[in-house]
């Protein structure tokens, strides 16, 4: 079975400082793994995914993730945080459930604050 | 383009009253999810549907019940609501059936906040 695990439940930045979200997974063979976004009372919205191409992974709002294999982790990174970013991040791995089809398996979230 | 619409957006039930959850996702794609958020655990997937007429249980499936109607459209019951499933619901939807892990982008809907007194 697969895991994913979240460091952090609480990171703090100052605007304009960088942003790193850990997070480590399990996996029995090549995981997709995937960062989501949830802004307070709305939906969850994919930031990146990395599906075994390039293991550095850009996406939405200049995040970008690294896959490292030999240290099972797909940590978040963000080079200047912005008040915008403030929000809860979810890791998820996608999991082959039952032997039969795919589903998401989520960390338990990081919720990110930036001060001004 | 509406994506995935979930229905209603807010319910307040009393112990053992049951409803159902409605989602509707008009992307043609093959999956359909149901998951509850509870602060501090992550979003748990309760039950699944890998393609119109087959359904799964997932993490936490004890207490609902789910049907995936046709494509389009997979509703969760509360036969009997309790308390412990005060939660915030979300549906998604994937564009893979069976098969291997996902490699594409799953879609949620906006959330379904219930409370059960």
């Known amino acids: 079975a697969q895991s994913v695990t979240q460091l952090d439940s609480h990171v703090s930045v100052s605007e304009g400082t960088p942003v790193l979200l850990r997070c480590n997974y399990s996996?029995?063979?090549?995981?997709?793994l995937f960062w989501y976004v949830q802004h307070p009372n709305k939906g969850l919205q994919l930031l990146l995914k990395?599906?075994?191409?390039?293991?550095l992974v850009k996406g939405i709002n200049g995040f970008e993730a690294e896959f490292k294999k030999s240290e099972t982790s797909f940590h978040l990174t963000k080079p200047s945080a912005h008040m915008s970013d403030a929000a809860e991040y979810f890791c998820v791995v996608s999991d082959r459930y039952g032997g039969a089809t795919n589903k998401l398996i989520f960390g338990t979230g990081t919720l990110l604050a930036v001060q001004p | 383009n509406a994506g995935v619409t979930q229905t209603p957006k807010f319910q307040v039930l009393k112990t053992g009253q049951s409803m159902t959850l409605q989602c509707a996702q008009d992307m043609n794609h093959n999956s359909m999810y149901w998951y509850r958020q509870d602060p501090g655990m992550g979003l748990r997937l309760i039950y699944y549907?890998?393609?119109?007429?087959?359904?799964d249980k997932g993490e936490v499936p004890n207490g609902y019940n789910v049907s995936r109607l046709n494509k389009r459209e997979f509703s969760l019951r509360l036969e009997s609501a309790a308390p412990s499933q005060t939660s915030v619901y979300f549906c998604a939807s994937s564009v893979e059936g069976t098969g291997g892990p996902m490699n594409t982008e799953a879609f949620f809907g906006q959330g379904t906040r219930l409370t059960v007194v």
């Open positions: 996996s029995s063979y090549s995981p997709s």
């Open positions: 990395y599906t075994s191409a390039a293991t």
């Open positions: 549907s890998a393609s119109e007429g087959t359904t």
